[in-house]
C-alpha cells in the first residue's frame, strides 16, 4: 500500500515568520444551496462547527468549515476522517441537489506564523490584510502574485494559506521570499514610537 | 487601478483578481437568425468613451459572475450587479444619472 504524503511534506522556513507546510490535511468541496437546511446541517454535522456566514470561518477543534462563495464550503478535518465525513454527509444529502468531494490531496496548506504575518502575506496579494479588514474567523480568497489562494487568521499571529497541490512549490517559494530577513516592511507590524 | 466590489461575496476586489467578461446584456442570436443579427452579436462590440456596462468575473476569489457600471474614461464606478438579469437595474440606472446626466448606452437611459 502506497503512503500518501502532502505536496511538500512538512517543508518549513524560517525568516521574518515561520512557514510551514502542514503536511496532509483533510479537505473537502461541499457544493450545493448554502441557505438549504439539508446543507447547513450535513456541514455542521459533520464538523460540530457552527455555519459560516460569508466570509466566515467556523472552527471547532481540528475541524472547520471555510465559507468559499454562495455554493462553496471548504470543510477541513484530520485527514483519516475524510472517508467518514462524506460517507456522513452523503447520507445527509440524499436526493439534496449537492456535492460532496474529497479535495484533500489536490490542494495544499500553509502556516505562517509570526507577528510580521500581515506584512509577508500583503507583499503578495491585492486583497486588504490589514486589522481593520481582515480578523480572526474571516477568510478572504484572492491572489498570491500569479495563483488563487485562499487564507484566513488562525489569532493575530498566525496565517493559515490553502492553494492548489499543483502550485505547492511556488507558493512556497513566494512566502519564503516574502519572509526574507532583512525584507522587513514593519507597516502592520510598527514598532512602538519612542 | 479598477476596484470593483463583488456582490456575490462582498469583497472589494481590485483589477488583477478578476477577470474582463466584455460587453454586458447581449441578446445571443443563435441558429435561425439572420445573418446581419449572428453577425452583430459574435462580433459588433460597444467601444464607448464614458458610461458602459460589463461582464466580470470574481475569478480569484469567489469565481462568480457579476455586472458592473463605470465609466471608460476615468474608471469610475457606478455600482456592480447581479449577473442572473438582462438589463442594468434603476438603482445603477439612477446613480449614472446622477453623476452623468442624459447619458444613453444601447437604447438604455
Ligand atoms: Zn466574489
Known amino acids: 500500500m502506497s503512503e500518501p504524503v502532502s505536496a511538500l511534506n512538512h517543508a518549513a522556513f524560517d525568516g521574518l515568520v515561520e512557514i510551514e507546510e502542514c503536511g496532509l490535511q483533510g479537505m473537502i468541496i461541499l457544493r450545493g444551496d448554502l441557505s438549504a437546511r439539508a446543507v447547513r446541517s450535513a456541514a455542521t454535522g459533520a464538523t460540530g462547527a457552527k455555519m459560516p456566514g460569508p466570509r466566515e470561518v467556523q472552527t471547532n477543534g481540528a475541524k472547520a468549515l471555510c465559507w468559499m462563495s454562495p455554493d462553496e464550503l471548504l470543510i477541513l478535518c484530520d485527514?483519516?476522517?475524510?472517508?467518514q465525513a462524506i460517507e456522513g454527509m452523503n447520507k445527509a444529502l440524499n436526493g439534496v441537489h449537492a456535492l460532496a468531494v474529497d479535495m484533500s490531496d489536490a490542494r495544499t496548506m500553509f502556516r505562517l506564523t509570526g507577528a510580521a504575518a500581515r506584512d509577508v502575506m500583503a507583499k503578495l496579494?491585492?486583497?486588504?490584510?490589514?486589522?481593520?479588514?481582515?480578523?480572526?474567523?474571516?477568510?478572504?480568497?484572492?491572489?498570491?502574485?500569479?495563483v488563487s489562494a485562499a487564507f484566513w487568521l488562525e489569532d493575530d499571529m498566525t496565517f493559515r494559506v490553502v492553494c492548489f497541490r499543483s502550485v505547492a512549490r511556488y507558493t512556497f517559494d513566494l512566502l519564503c521570499t516574502a519572509a526574507r530577513p532583512g525584507s522587513d516592511v514593519d507597516y502592520f507590524n510598527a514598532p512602538a514610537a519612542p | 487601478m479598477l476596484i470593483l466590489h463583488c456582490p456575490c461575496c462582498g469583497v472589494y476586489a481590485d483589477e488583477t483578481e478578476l477577470a474582463p467578461?466584455?460587453?454586458?446584456?447581449?441578446t445571443r442570436h443563435g441558429p435561425g437568425s439572420s445573418d446581419e443579427a449572428f453577425t452583430s452579436y459574435l462580433?459588433?462590440?460597444?467601444?464607448?468613451?464614458?458610461?458602459?456596462f460589463e461582464r466580470w468575473r470574481h475569478a480569484h476569489g469567489c469565481g462568480k459572475w457579476f455586472h458592473a457600471a463605470r465609466d471608460t474614461a476615468t474608471l469610475e464606478v457606478f455600482g456592480t450587479y447581479s449577473a442572473q438579469t438582462t438589463e442594468p437595474p434603476k438603482a445603477i440606472r439612477d446613480a449614472i444619472a446622477k453623476r452623468r446626466p442624459g447619458w444613453t448606452w444601447r437604447g438604455i437611459a
Open chain 1, 79 to 83: 485527514y483519516s476522517f475524510v472517508a
Open chain 1, 125 to 146: 496579494t491585492p486583497a486588504d490584510v490589514s486589522p481593520q479588514a481582515l480578523q480572526p474567523g474571516q477568510i478572504r480568497r484572492s491572489r498570491l502574485a500569479q
Open chain 2, 21 to 26: 467578461g466584455g460587453e454586458a446584456h447581449l
Open chain 2, 43 to 52: 462580433f459588433a462590440r460597444k467601444n464607448p468613451r464614458g458610461v458602459h
